[in-house]
């Protein structure tokens, strides 16, 4: 296991702890995934995109958490922390497709088997 990353002297854990938001969310999203598996003997292989696009979000965030939590260090300890707008704005875009596809899948697709 990796030596944690740190390099800024706030009591509170801020980097810490939103690494572990994004982690849950990572998790929360590849559960979805497991759950949207289940769709695939009603809807077929649209159930298929809807995995894909739940995992390929998860896979997003494990691969750029480094990086933001290395931003979220170095805004610490330079007291000029910016928040990750563009992160935060394209998992809401995410989630909001992730969601409406799925209610789209259940209410229009027709049922196989």
Do not use: C
């Not at 007291?79 to 992160?87: I, L, V």
């Amino acid at each position: 296991m990796a030596p944690p990353l740190t390099g800024h002297q706030d009591p509170g854990l801020q980097p810490e702890r939103t690494a572990l938001a994004w982690g849950r969310t990572a998790l929360a999203l590849v559960v979805a995934a497991a759950i949207f598996l289940r769709w695939m003997p009603h809807h077929g292989w649209f159930a298929g995109t809807l995995v894909a696009l739940a995992l390929a979000t998860a896979v997003a965030i494990h691969f750029t958490q480094k990086r933001r939590y290395r931003l979220g260090s170095a805004g610490i300890s330079a007291e000029a922390g910016q928040p990750n707008t563009a992160a935060a704005l394209a998992l809401s875009l995410a989630v909001v497709l992730l969601g409406a596809v799925g209610i789209a899948a259940v209410i229009w697709l027709p049922v196989s088997g």
